[in-house]
């Protein structure tokens, strides 16, 4: 659809996607989307879910890639490499995005910095490793190479509907990998979300000062087997994380305590 939208003629795959629209709706059926069907129903519908997912997801890599193909870099090296970062809704994003930077291993790169225009983007790569991909080519069509494979975080900015392509340019120096930033606080204008280290999640309203602690809980508990209510099962505890975090004595307890 973006491709479209930017005048790309005839690479809306109608036929496909409607060839996908119609296996979605026979995974409609009343009885087969809410799950009170026998397991043969749920099979096939398990089936009808994994073409739409694998051949959608190949329609969004084809056009992911002819449109980065269409974004070049007028500053970019003979060496660089680019990165394009997709925003297919409808608002403006600004956030983390973890995305995949391939390298052959001929080229021998040991690191790399990243650029949005001439501007330096802070990044950190989280893993790295080799592999083999294929590449269409117009000479050997399928051709199979080895590349390095770096696993980075940044923060991009991308506009509604659009795309930010980043500049990827290889150094002699190698870039380290470190451990991915465990998150425990969440904040907007409006809301202040903290996780502390006992699972605990607490609420802050920001505009009113007030203070929702443990605002939410986990419970695993047996379920006889219900087509449409539920019925817990005779004899079954539950387990909950609700009210772990002070016992009987006043002394926090395990997360994961049977009531």
Excluded at 76 to 88: C, H, I, M, R, S
Aim: net charge negative; aromatic share 8%; proline share 5%.
């Amino acid at each position: 659809a973006m491709l479209s939208l930017a005048g790309a003629a005839g690479v809306y795959p109608k036929d496909v996607l409607h060839y996908l629209w119609k296996l979605l709706v026979q995974n409609h059926a009343h009885d087969s989307m809410c799950g009170c069907s026998v397991d043969a129903v749920h099979e096939d519908m398990e089936n009808r879910f994994r073409r739409i997912t694998e051949v959608s997801n190949e329609l969004i890599r084809r056009g992911m890639e002819t449109l980065a193909g269409h974004c070049p870099l007028p500053d970019a090296g003979e060496k660089d490499y680019q990165l394009t970062v997709f925003n297919p809704t409808e608002r403006a994003r600004c956030e983390v995005v973890r995305a995949e930077v391939d390298f052959y291993a001929d080229d021998r790169v040991q690191g790399f910095s990243l650029f949005d225009g001439d501007r330096p983007v802070n990044f950190a790569v989280v893993g790295r490793r080799r592999r083999r991909v294929d590449k269409i080519t117009p000479i050997n069509l399928t051709q199979n190479y080895e590349v390095d494979t770096y696993t980075v975080e940044f923060i991009a900015d991308v506009p509604a509907m659009g795309v930010r392509t980043y500049r990827v340019a290889p150094l002699e120096t190698e870039t380290a990998v470190t451990a991915p930033a465990v998150l425990d606080q969440l904040e907007n204008e409006f809301l202040t979300v903290s996780v502390t280290s006992e699972g605990r999640v607490d609420i802050l309203d920001k505009r009113t000062g007030r203070k929702v602690e443990d605002a939410l809980w986990l419970e695993d508990e047996a379920e006889y087997g219900s087509s449409y209510i539920h019925l817990p099962l005779e004899g079954d505890t539950p387990i909950s994380s609700k009210g772990h975090f002070l016992g009987a004595s006043g002394q926090a307890v395990s997360p994961f305590t049977r009531e």
